[in-house]
């Protein structure tokens, strides 16, 4: 099977659950922000350095680095669609428990991936379109799709902008229901979300055991780039040992459910970008629950 069949395939994802996909999101979103506190934002003003490289290694070194890869692979339109859109997702919510598991800086990775989430409202959508854009392939097939590039800013702050601004104003002004309610979300949430990228492989399983050994490597080598970047833009930074495990593991995690939801959402499913974001959402567990384990009694 030709790797360049991929622009024309689409994968199976029904609108009931698509739905059900923005919700478990949603409340994923909720949850990470019902651990924030103002006492976040204090920690934020008196270290600012580890919280402004994060910022850089996620939003601008990570696509950056994704755009030399796919210059150096050349995959196929979606594939590199698909890759840009990974990079120009936030930080997954489980770098949170995974940071804290290697003993990282646990604030810093809530804070990180709740800012991160908050900025993504507007870089997300411009990341993708910037970098698609610098290499001809996928820009021409992005220019096929039309996409709306406003339409992917609405989508992407009714999803993680709302929930992140509720969860905030939950935990400010209901703290005790905050906590009870962060016990319960975020492990069920992250339960449904992953029972969802279960479903996603077993109904298209076909295709993806046709595809999967040809881009396996391309995931692989993509998500050591990303904990790469953290890794070396912290120690660049000349950060304590906790912020280079937390930075590490903040840009080498992806929101890949956010990443889905936009390509069944706005590219119907295109089969190179969808493959993509479901491997990475399985990868970079594996990746990051060896990393934390590896560096957990290194202090």
Known sequence: ?????????????????????NLALALIMYGVALDL??????YLMLNPKGFILGIV???????????LLVLAIKP?????????????????????????????????????????????????PLN???????????????????LDISEVFMT???????????????????PKFGKLASTILRPTSILIFAAFVVLAFLGNFDLFIQYIGLIFLWVLGHNLIALGA?????????????DVKTLTIETGIQNSGLGLVLIFTYFEGLGGMAIIAAWWGIW???????????????T
């Open 284 to 298: 970079h567990l594996i990746s990051g629950m060896t990393v934390a384990l590896l560096w957990k009694n290194k």
């Open 57 to 67: 290694s996620q939003f601008l070194i990570l696509p950056f680095l994704t755009f």
């Open 128 to 146: 993708f379109a910037l970098w698609a854009g610098f290499y001809p392939p996928s820009s021409s097939l992005l220019q096929e799709i039309s």
């Open 37 to 42: 506190s103002w006492k976040d934002f204090k």
């Open 230 to 242: 953290g890794f070396f833009t912290a120690k660049l930074g000349k950060l304590p040992l906790p």
């Open 76 to 124: 196929p339109p979606s594939v590199a669609l698909g890759m840009f859109l990974v990079a120009a997702c936030p930080g997954g919510n489980v770098s949170n428990f995974l940071s804290s598991l290697a003993k990282g800086n646990t604030a810093l990775s809530v804070s990180l991936t709740a800012f991160s989430t908050g900025f993504s409202v507007v870089l997300t």
């Open 156 to 174: 992407v702050g009714l999803i993680l902008g709302i929930p992140l601004i509720l969860g905030i104003l939950t935990s400010q002004f209901f």
């Open 1 to 21: 099977m030709s790797i360049s069949e991929l622009d024309s395939v689409s994968l199976n994802f029904s609108q009931k659950d698509l739905l059900l996909l």
